[in-house]
Every structure is written in C-alpha cells, then in structure tokens.
C-alpha cells in the first residue's frame, strides 16, 4: 500500500508565501498531484509530476523528488480565496487510476 | 464542455428508501469514478469505470450498485443505507484509466437517517 503525509493545518498571512509538503512511501511511483478543496466543494486539479523538478503555473508551484519520496506545493502572494485543503495524491503503476490521496492540509490565511 | 455534473445536490433519505445518484461528463472521457468523502477526511475510492466496463470496485458493501450505461452516463443505485453512508459523494473522470487528471463533479450530499 502507498504512506501520504501532510501537515494537517497551515497558518499564514495574506500576500506571504506557504509550502506544504507531502511525502510517500510507494512502490511503482506513476504521479503525483495536488488538488485544492474548498469547504463543501469538489477538489479542484491544481498540479501534476511525475518527473523530477518544479513544474510553476501562476501563483502556484509543485516540486518533486523521486529519490526522496517528497513533494511541495508552494502558494505565492497568498490571497484570502487560497483559504482551503489543498490534497496530495498518488498514482501508482498498477493502480487502474486510483488516486491515493493523502489526508489533506487545511490552508487558513488571515489578513 | 470542460465539466462533471452531478444530480442531485442533495439527498435525505430514510434507511428503507431507494435513491439514484446521477453523474454525466461531454468531455469524451472513458475512465469514471465514485468517492465517498467525510468531513474533514479525503475522498475514499468506491468504484472505477473504464470504458464502461467495471475495473475497480473498492470492497463497496452492495447497498451501493453503480452502474455505467454509456460513456457519458454513471450512476450509483443507493437502497437500504444506513446513517454512516451519510457523506459527501463526488463522481470523477479522466480521459482513460491510465490518464493523469481527473476532473471533479461537485458532489451530491447524502444524508440518511
């Protein structure tokens, strides 16, 4: 089976930066991703590795180390809206599309 | 059309009652999913279509029955649940089975009493 750590919560001020970090245990390693969930709706597909490297796209950035099972999502210019869970989730090799999500670190920005 | 819908937004039922929850996608996608989500916990894995073909099916006990009539069309048959089913249930789809993102629907609250 696949082991997904997260912080469960995060505090951070409006306009700072926030990374959370993710870490798994897996075996035949096929993705990872990060998923935004506002309270009482759907996630939403925020970013996807499956190589080595920061991957930016806008305020938000993943990064992924293979060799150390390890993953970050930075949040630049934190706004109020960024206040949710934000999911890490695993794909593995054998999975037939299962998503393995990790328990979600709830972001809450203050002014 | 770049979105999963799901009938209806919300559902009360009683523990004898039998209900349909509904999820339709028009982005061609051939890989379908059901999660069921607690409060404050992830989306847990019930079932997965491909190709409108059962390929997963996560030890779902059969009060739920899912069902796939065509590639836009999945359908989770709900009878004789009981208060503990009462959760957030979300449909999903990818382009296939094997394809990275999943998009979505915004969920169907089911309550049961």
């Known amino acids: 089976g696949q082991n997904i750590d997260q912080p469960t919560e995060m505090t951070a001020t409006e306009g700072a930066i926030v990374q959370i970090n993710c870490t798994y245990q897996t075996s035949g390693f096929n993705g990872l991703f990060w998923y935004q969930q506002h309270a009482g709706e759907a996630p939403t597909f925020l970013s996807y590795?499956?190589?080595?490297g920061l991957e930016e796209k806008g305020r938000f950035s993943s990064f992924l180390s293979r060799s150390k099972g390890y993953s970050y999502l930075l949040l630049k210019e934190l706004q109020m809206k960024d206040s949710a869970s934000y999911l890490c989730?695993?794909?593995?090799?054998?999975?037939?599309?299962?998503?393995?999500f990790g328990a979600g670190t709830q972001v809450v920005v203050t002014p | 059309d770049t979105e999963v819908t799901q009938t209806p937004k919300h559902l009360v039922m009683g523990m004898t009652n039998k209900k349909s929850l509904k999820c339709e996608q028009h982005?061609?996608?051939?890989?379908m999913y059901w999660y069921k989500q607690k409060a404050k916990k992830p989306p847990e894995l019930m079932f997965v279509?491909?190709?409108?073909?059962?390929?997963i099916n996560e030890s779902v006990p059969s009060r739920f029955s899912p069902e796939c009539p065509n590639s836009s069309l999945l359908n989770l048959h709900l009878h004789a649940l009981q208060p503990e089913d009462s959760a957030l249930y979300l449909c999903?789809?990818?382009?296939?089975?094997?394809?990275?993102?999943?998009?979505f629907g915004p969920g169907t609250r089911l309550t049961v009493l």
């Open positions: 982005m061609g996608h051939r890989a």
């Open positions: 279509y491909s190709y409108e073909k059962l390929s």
């Open positions: 999903a789809s990818s382009q296939d089975h094997e394809y990275n993102e999943q998009f």
């Open positions: 989730a695993v794909k593995t090799t054998d999975s037939w599309g299962k998503l393995q």
């Open positions: 590795n499956v190589l080595d």
